[in-house]
Antibody, heavy 117, light 110 residues
């Protein structure tokens, strides 16, 4: 069973860059799936950040597109999220997920990131 | 303000049938599949329904989904205490060229 595990700093300073990695186990990022990032501010709903295909093609939430980069590292079997110029509004639980049949069938456990000076 | 609209909350008693609505538009639900996710307190979301009305392996048949025009619904029959959770609908939006979620519905089992 494919498993996803997020990792990265839990605290980021305002105007800094949030960088997270999602490690894929028991599966390969080189298979025909899209790999995604979704976030959830405390007490609020889910927000799609973006996704990347095995080819490297990526799609981003228009509201975040100017600040986001999602990349794929096939050699390490992982994918990453970089979110630049963060503010307190970027404080959230960040989830990575695998797309299957146009739905997210596998999710990581999530990692909380707080923007705090 | 979410692109897909869900009621903020609903409730039911054990054994009852409840439905959760998800309203969208022609650029999302009107053209694309709807998925539903269940999020138990303190956990990651779990796929409940995909492609409007299909259940992943392991999801009880008490859960069912439907779609009509620009709206979708999730029905839960034989309500159980462990169904108490937040439920989210999701779809792809052709105008935004991205995935959109509903704001979520908190289900309370009385």
């Amino acid at each position: 069973q494919v498993q996803l595990q997020e990792s990265g700093p839990g605290l980021v300073k305002p105007s800094g860059t949030l960088s997270l990695t999602c490690a894929v186990s028991a599966g390969s990022v080189s298979r025909g799936n899209w790999w995604s990032w979704v976030r959830q501010p405390p007490g609020r709903g889910l927000e799609w950040i973006g996704e990347i295909f095995q080819s490297g093609n990526a799609a981003y939430n228009p509201s975040l597109k100017s600040r986001v980069t999602i990349s794929l590292d096939k050699s390490k079997n992982q994918f990453s999220l970089n979110l630049r110029s963060v503010t307190a509004a970027d404080t959230a639980m960040y989830y990575c997920a695998r797309e299957w049949r146009d739905a997210y069938d596998i999710w990581g456990q999530g990692t909380m990131v707080t923007v705090f000076s | 303000q979410s692109v897909l609209t869900q009621p903020p909350s609903t409730s039911g008693t054990p054994g009852q049938r409840v439905t959760i609505s998800c309203s969208g538009g022609s650029s999302n639900i009107g053209r694309n599949a709807v998925n539903w996710y269940q999020q138990l307190p303190g956990t990651a979301p779990k796929l409940l329904i995909y492609s409007n009305n299909l259940r992943p392996s392991g999801v009880p048949d008490r859960f069912s989904g439907s779609k009509s025009d620009t709206s979708a619904s999730l029905a839960i029959s034989g309500l159980q205490s462990e169904d108490e959770a937040d439920y989210y609908c999701a779809s792809w939006d052709d105008s935004l060229n991205g995935r959109v979620f509903g704001g979520g519905t908190k289900l309370t089992v009385l």
